[in-house]
């Protein structure tokens, strides 16, 4: 039994959601659009305004499925209408980002400014020097590029330098120790 399956999506004002045949899912928003092709085995019922996701048989394939699709159309719905942001920190001395146009300059202590093209669809802001923010109506995209940023220099556990999610925790390890 899917507990996220059985919940039905309600969908707010302003949002326009098109179910095609095999379950292509089209939701128009304030934000944008979103189009995505969804599990055709996967039934989608729009009444009432409210979307429910039913699985055609209980075999484990389709259980899987269930909570996945619905969680999916969410996902879409939110996007269109709040969008989706992930907020960055630079820590290190010297260590700092900008903006020029399109692209997003990095100085993470490499011989070299490491420079990064904006995604299709994605929004970067440098409010700091030490603060980047990502934004856009994809969650999966939005995560993606956030991530791809973050592996240019990973927080390391000694000193705690390098580029971490808001929020995050580095686990900290003590140095060596001198006599």
Do not use: F, W
Request: hydrophobic share 30%; proline share 6%; aromatic share 4%.
């Amino acid at each position: 039994m899917s507990r996220i399956g059985l919940k039905p999506i309600t969908i707010p004002t302003g949002v326009e959601v098109k179910i095609n045949d095999n379950n292509l899912v089209e939701v128009k928003g304030p934000k944008g659009t979103l189009k995505e092709q969804l599990n055709p085995a996967m039934i989608i019922k729009i009444e009432d305004n409210e979307i429910t996701v039913n699985r055609p048989t209980e075999n484990k394939r389709h259980k899987s499925l269930h909570g996945l699709t619905r969680t999916l159309i969410a996902n879409m719905i939110e996007g269109v209408t709040e969008g989706y942001s992930k907020t960055l920190e630079i820590e290190g001395t010297g260590y700092r980002a900008q903006k020029q146009g399109k692209k997003l300059i990095l100085n993470l202590g490499y011989s070299h400014p490491i420079e990064m093209e904006d995604p299709e669809g994605i929004e970067v802001e440098v409010p700091q020097q030490n603060k980047i923010i990502v934004k856009g109506i994809e969650k999966q995209k939005v995560g993606n590029y956030a991530a791809v940023i973050r592996s240019q220099r990973e927080p390391e556990p000694y000193k705690g330098k390098g580029v971490k999610y808001q929020g995050e925790i580095i686990r900290r390890k003590v140095g060596k120790t001198g006599k």
